[in-house]
C-alpha cells in the first residue's frame, strides 16, 4: 500500500509515519510513504503556493497549480489516476468502515489544506473523496491524514505482529472493545475479573462480549442502534 501526501510540511508527515508501528512497517516494505513539497511545484523563483482570496477576506488561499503539479508527480510515477482525499472539515466524517474500505487500496493520495483551504477548481478536477476527522477546525491537513495512515496501516495484513488484534477490536460489529487487563493480578488492592485468570476460554469470551455490550450502551449509546447482536447478546440485554 502506498501513501503519497500532497503537504507544504512534508517534514511534518515523515516524523509521524517513520515511527513505531508505522515506521516498521515501512522498513518491512509493507506500506510505503511518499511526501511531496507542494512547493517544489510552486513554478517561481520564490516558492510562493498561495494568493489573496478573490473575493476579498481575511486569509490566504493555495493556489490550483502548484497543487496541480504535484498531483500530476504521482500520476506520472504510478500510471494511473489513484483515490484522492481531500482533508477537509467539510468532509464526511472518518470513521472504521472507511479505514477498511481505504485499506483495499493500492495507492492513495492525502492532499493537505492550509491557511483558508485551497483553490476549488483544482479539488473539482483531482479530488475523488472530501475527508473531516472531526467537527472542528485544525490549521493544516497534516495531521489528520496522518490519523488516517495510521488507522489504514494498521489494516494491512503483516503490519500488526498479531492480526488477530485488529479483528476484535472497537467498531468491529459497531461495538466498542472489551476492559484489557495486564500483569500483577492485584493492583492497589484491584484484583483482575476473576473469570480472566481462570482459563475457560469459552466463558472469557462470553464475559468480553457482554462487557463490550455494556461498554457501548454507556459510553456510545448511538452505536448500539447499528450493532450486529447475536439472539444470546439480546438475551443478555434483556437480562
Ligand atoms: N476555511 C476552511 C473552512 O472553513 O472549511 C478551513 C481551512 S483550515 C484552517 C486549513 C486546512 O486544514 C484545510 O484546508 C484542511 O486541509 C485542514 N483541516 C482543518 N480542519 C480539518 C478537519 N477537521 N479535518 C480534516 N482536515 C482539516
Redesign the pocket.
Known amino acids: 500500500m502506498n501513501f503519497h501526501v500532497l503537504t507544504l510540511f512534508p517534514e511534518m508527515i515523515e516524523q509521524g509515519i517513520n515511527t513505531s508501528i508505522t515506521g516498521r512497517a515501512i522498513e518491512k516494505g509493507l506500506i510505503s510513504l511518499n511526501a511531496i513539497n507542494i512547493r517544489d511545484y510552486a513554478g517561481n523563483k520564490h516558492g510562493q503556493v498561495d494568493d489573496y482570496p478573490y473575493g476579498g477576506g481575511a486569509?490566504m488561499v493555495m493556489q490550483p497549480g502548484p497543487v496541480y503539479r504535484s498531483y500530476e508527480s504521482v500520476t506520472e510515477k504510478i500510471g494511473y489516476k489513484p483515490r484522492v482525499i481531500?482533508?477537509?472539515?467539510?468532509?464526511k466524517v472518518f470513521n472504521q468502515s472507511m479505514a477498511e474500505e481505504f485499506s483495499e487500496e493500492e495507492d492513495l493520495v492525502f492532499?493537505?489544506?492550509?491557511?483558508?483551504?485551497?483553490d476549488e477548481r483544482v479539488l473539482e478536477m483531482i479530488v475523488t473523496d472530501n475527508?473531516?476527522?472531526?467537527?472542528?477546525?485544525?490549521?493544516?491537513?497534516e495531521l489528520?491524514s496522518m490519523v488516517m495512515i495510521d488507522a489504514i496501516s494498521r489494516l494491512v495484513p503483516g503490519v500488526l505482529n498479531n492480526d488477530v488484534s485488529a479483528e476484535f477490536e472497537s467498531f468491529n460489529d459497531n461495538l466498542l472493545e472489551y476492559p484489557q487487563y495486564t500483569r500483577p493480578a492485584s493492583f492497589m488492592e484491584r484484583e483482575v475479573p476473576p473469570i480472566l485468570l481462570s482459563g475457560n476460554h469459552p466463558k472469557v469470551e462470553e464475559w468480553r462480549r457482554q462487557q463490550s455490550i455494556l461498554r457501548t450502551m454507556e459510553r456510545r449509546p448511538d452505536l448500539m442502534e447499528k450493532a450486529e447482536l447475536t439472539k444470546q447478546d439480546i438475551k443478555f440485554i434483556k437480562s
Open positions: 486569509g481531500y482533508l477537509t472539515p467539510q468532509g492532499l493537505c489544506g492550509h491557511y483558508e483551504g485551497i475527508v473531516s476527522i472531526g467537527d472542528y477546525v485544525l490549521t493544516g491537513g489528520p
